[in-house]
């Protein structure tokens, strides 16, 4: 059974940090290209980040420069580095897993952004 488990979410000021992290199971993770989503409220899901397989890596254009993703293939994790945050990042961060066809996803972690 796949599972994909976020965690770091949670309230910060504007300007703060927060670590997000996926750890995953049920599947060969290495194989696996990791993806961050998320979802405002009122809103549909969008894209923020994603490394390949590989290691490439690929993000939103409003986050670029204040946003990392990295992997630990060691761990099956995956964890997106968010810096200089501001209230528009407020959303429920979901991580995926794809390869092939296939597409795995996470229950989400809440971030709120709020002084």
């Known amino acids: 059974q796949v599972q994909l488990v976020e965690s770091g979410g949670g309230l910060v000021q504007p300007g703060g940090s927060l670590r997000l992290s996926c750890v995953a199971s049920?599947?060969?993770?290495?194989?696996?290209?990791m993806g961050w989503y998320r979802q405002a409220p009122g809103k549909q899901r969008e894209f923020v980040a994603i490394?390949?397989?590989?290691?490439?890596?690929n993000y939103l254009r409003s986050v670029k420069g204040r946003v990392t993703i990295s992997r630990d293939n060691a761990e099956n994790t995956v964890y997106l580095q968010m810096n200089s945050l501001k209230p528009e990042d407020t959303a429920v961060y979901y991580c995926?897993?794809?390869?092939?066809?296939?597409?795995?996803w996470g229950k989400g972690t809440l971030v709120t952004v709020s002084s």
């Open positions: 049920g599947i060969i993770f290495s194989n696996y290209d």
């Open positions: 490394i390949t397989s590989g290691g490439n890596t």
């Open positions: 995926a897993a794809s390869w092939s066809s296939r597409t795995y």
